[in-house]
């Protein structure tokens, strides 16, 4: 079992919908949690880190459950520009971040 | 330069040839991360160094794979004797410091190796 694992998607909706991704993690002891977007042929960059009282950046909303293992990451009134790869992170101690496969999102006009 | 440099961006490889991939991280950054991505995956951890030791190697996937950070700044990935499912994307991140609670890894723009 991956120790991270998102739906693939794509998840293709319209412009202003409102969109969620989930994602699980294996390793009860993870202790840091983030939302990376990765573009196409790009490098991954920060989107937001995920706080055990839930987290939000304008349009964008970070909830963690540490009981189910869970991390959601929800995206209200969808620019085109929001499409790209989701990719939901964890991190244990000082270990390296391990990444998830990634969710794609396309926005459509 | 202001984020972190890889070199080259692209690579052509006949296969059972070596390569050598090149990560310049952000001036300061004490700790550094490769990682491979294949089409379609996310990012799988490779190796990390905190300066020029390098703590952790569990993810290279075969002994043809050796990283290296002699001055504990620019850093290489080296892969002996190339093979077809070495093709990847290759990206290495940098961050400030392995003890900060939520560090940003910023990454580089990674190295598409094609081995044919």
């Known amino acids: 079992r991956k120790e991270v694992e998102q739906d693939p998607g794509p998840f293709n909706v319209p412009e202003g919908a409102t969109v969620a991704f989930n994602c699980t993690y294996s390793?009860?002891?993870?202790?840091?949690f983030f939302w990376y977007r990765q573009d196409c042929r790009k490098e991954p960059k920060l989107l937001m880190s995920v706080y055990s009282s839930g987290n939000e950046d304008g349009r964008f909303t970070a909830q963690l459950n540490r009981a189910s293992q869970y991390i959601s990451l929800l995206i209200r009134d969808s620019k085109l520009s929001d499409s790209a790869t989701y990719l939901c992170?964890?991190?244990?101690?000082?270990?390296?971040?391990?990444f998830g496969k990634g969710t794609r999102l396309s926005v459509i006009a | 330069g202001a984020g972190v440099s890889q070199s080259p961006r692209y690579k052509v490889a006949k296969r059972g040839q070596d390569v050598a991939l090149r990560c310049d991280p952000i001036?300061?950054?004490?700790?550094l991360f490769w990682y491979q991505q294949a089409l379609g995956q996310g990012p799988e951890f490779l190796t990390y160094f905190q300066n020029e030791a390098q703590l952790d190697k569990s993810g290279l996937p075969s002994d043809r794979f050796f990283a290296e950070r002699p001055e504990g700044s620019v850093s290489t990935l080296k892969i002996q004797r190339t093979q077809q499912e070495d093709s990847a994307v290759y990206l290495c991140?940098?961050?400030?410091?392995?003890?900060?609670?939520?560090?940003?890894?910023?990454f580089g723009q990674g190295t598409r190796l094609t081995v044919v």
């Open positions: 390793n009860s002891a993870s202790q840091s």
């Open positions: 992170v964890v991190r244990s101690g000082n270990t390296p971040l391990v």
């Open positions: 991140a940098s961050s400030a410091s392995r003890d900060r609670p939520e560090p940003e890894a910023f």
């Open positions: 001036s300061g950054h004490v700790s």
